[in-house]
């Protein structure tokens, strides 16, 4: 979309008839050429060798010598240069690490003479762009504000990243502030990068706030990525972008040196195009033990610390459906989903069925809880209150970057002043509401106190745990989003509905596997269920994914070519939000 806008009135744009229907034959034509010259781009992209090509399979080819780290680095910067800078230009990408190709020859060099650390040896990875890493790189959460001296020190998943031989590419653009600034904002749109774009139709939404980590992997430009999740930023672009993502359990990950929302509810996890692939990165950076720097890992969300696991590919199970008891909450969850999302998911049900899976249906959440938890009241004070606090303690830990540097406070009052000063790169799309309610601090401590464990309550112990016990199952089951929307920096995000809130208020996991297309856009279907169930959700996922095979590799079409639809994205009804947030619902 362009800065500028054309009337329709008066003048040469008072067309006639003819003239009409002369000006869209043009743009039908050039609509084709466009569609035609981005699939070229497409189909003449280097590395077409690597493409979808998992991390066993990388692995492999560098132990057979076909591949090695320093190889899979360069094929992947050429595929970024081809399709995220130029043709298509995704806009994926926001920095590379300058260092990646001396890790990458360092680790061909430690793979000849030690062996191999582990599956990630070698395996080029992304990360957020609210991940800390002390390098050459920076870590802005997409604000111009934070632009200058890198973090001091790793966040605790890009540490054990580097421990696990993995080579950190570069960094993901993202919704920035990852989507909590401000109404009507365009999820994948940051001041440091802009917009970034859906690599299957690039005029569509990416969703966010993990819009560059979804992107990267599919587009392979990347074997895998890290995002972060509030409440649907790994699995809203995995369900747009077609890719799987893991939100794991509060506190399975540690969220040291990554820029904050809600400590009640943040949590890192992994994009792959494949369960293994995200299976593999997940075991990489679980906290098998307390890190000192995340009180959450010492515990759990809604009770103790359950097990937590270094490999969590042992749970992989092709059959992994055989058997197990799935349920489907109707109620209060389907309200807001459209015809072809409902068609996808039936057909998803199905295919469950086929592979031995019982299905119980519906599984509906007690009638009060799931109005409580859609009413978003709890939910809300929480990250409101939250992310002052939160955010305050983490800038405390940056020095040197363009807030202090020009001379403002490294609070959320100063960004808000920052963002004030440089509004035409900041603010020229969207503003800073939710920044300046939470300076606000419009709840108290005594209503932060009755939301907190409210929250945890309806989403947990009586929401999905309630559920599961009730009606003896492994697993909830839910269509994570809806299609892909066209990007739309003037009136922001057209959200119609999503499924994340219950997991996320509760701290559980949630798998999103692609399940489908609607006009060629992809589905996806959201696994979920109580804490620490990472184990349960990869076996029943991986099933899932075997039984189906839905994912496909992104065309990088220019536009929809479809005529006349009768249902589809945006014939649905839009959820409301109560208070500050009710016109702009939100994946943080």
């Known amino acids: 979309m362009g800065d500028t806008q054309s009337t329709s009135s008066g003048g040469e744009w008072a067309l006639d008839r003819r003239k009409f229907v002369v000006r869209a034959a043009a743009t039908t034509a050039l609509a084709g050429l466009a569609l035609d010259r981005l699939a070229d781009s497409a189909r003449a992209a280097p590395g077409a060798d690597i493409e979808e090509a998992t991390i066993a399979e990388l692995g492999a080819a560098i132990a057979a010598g076909r591949e090695t780290s320093v190889s899979l680095v360069n094929k992947y910067l050429a595929r970024i240069e081809a399709l995220d800078r130029r043709g298509p230009n995704l806009n994926s990408i926001l920095e590379l690490n300058p260092d990646a190709h001396s890790i990458a020859a360092a680790l061909d060099r430690e793979r000849r003479a030690r062996g191999v650390r582990g599956p990630l040896h070698g395996i080029p990875i992304v990360l957020k762009d609210n991940i800390d890493t002390a390098d050459r790189m920076q870590t802005a959460a997409g604000s111009l504000a934070l632009v200058g001296t890198a973090p001091a020190q790793d966040s605790t998943v890009a540490a054990k990243l580097r421990q696990a031989g993995a080579v950190i590419l570069g960094k993901t653009n993202l919704s920035e502030w990852a989507n909590f600034r401000g109404f009507f904002s365009s999820s994948g749109w940051s001041g440091r990068a802009g917009q970034c774009r859906n690599p299957y139709v690039v005029d569509r939404n990416p ?19 890290l995002g972060t999740e509030t409440d649907g930023s790994i699995v809203c672009p995995s369900n747009a972008n077609g890719v799987v993502g893991i939100k794991p359990t509060v506190g399975l990950t540690s969220r040291a040196g990554v820029v904050p929302i809600s400590a009640s509810q943040d949590t890192v996890g992994p994009h792959g195009r494949t369960v293994a692939d995200a299976a593999a990165v997940l075991g990489a950076i679980a906290s098998t033990t307390p890190d000192p720097r995340d009180p959450a890992t010492s515990t759990g969300p809604t009770g103790p610390r359950g097990a937590v696991f270094s490999n969590y590919t042992q749970f992989l199970d092709p059959n992994g459906l055989t058997g197990a008891r799935i349920g489907v909450p109707r109620a209060g969850i389907f309200d807001f989903t459209t015809e072809e999302v409902n068609r996808v998911f039936e ?27 859609n009413a978003f009241f709890e939910e809300l004070v929480v990250l409101i209150f939250e992310f002052k606090r939160d955010l305050n303690a983490y800038l405390a830990t940056r020095h040197g970057v363009a807030l202090d540097r020009e001379g403002f406070p490294k609070t959320l009052a100063g960004l808000i002043a920052f963002n004030e000063a440089h509004a035409d790169e900041e603010l020229k799309w969207f503003g800073q509401q939710i920044f300046e309610l939470s300076e606000a601090e419009i709840f108290d401590q005594a209503t932060y106190d009755a939301a907190a464990p409210e929250a945890r309550r309806i989403g947990g112990p009586d929401g999905i745990d309630a559920v599961l016990a009730q009606f003896d199952l492994d697993a909830l089951v839910s269509p994570t989003d809806q299609p892909a929307w066209p990007v739309d920096l003037v009136n922001g995000d057209h959200f119609i509905f999503g499924t994340s809130s219950p997991a996320a208020i509760a701290g559980y996991p949630i798998i999103n596997v692609p399940m489908g297309e609607a006009f060629g856009l992809p589905l996806g279907i959201s696994f979920y269920a109580g804490a620490f169930s990472e184990p349960t959700l990869i076996k029943l996922a991986s099933g899932f994914e075997a039984a189906t095979r839905a994912r496909r590799k992104p065309e990088l079409l220019a536009t929809l070519a479809f005529e006349n639809p009768t249902s589809g994205p945006g014939k649905g009804r839009k959820p409301t939000l109560p208070g500050a947030l009710r016109a702009t619902p939100r994946r943080i």
């Open 207 to 225: 969703c966010g706030s993990s819009s560059g980590s979804g992107i990267a992997v599919s587009a392979n430009l990347s074997a895998v990525s």
């Open 347 to 373: 057909d998803a049900l199905d295919a469950m069925r086929d592979a031995g899976a019982t299905i119980v249906d519906p599984a509906d959440f007690p009638g009060p809880i799931i109005d409580q938890i």
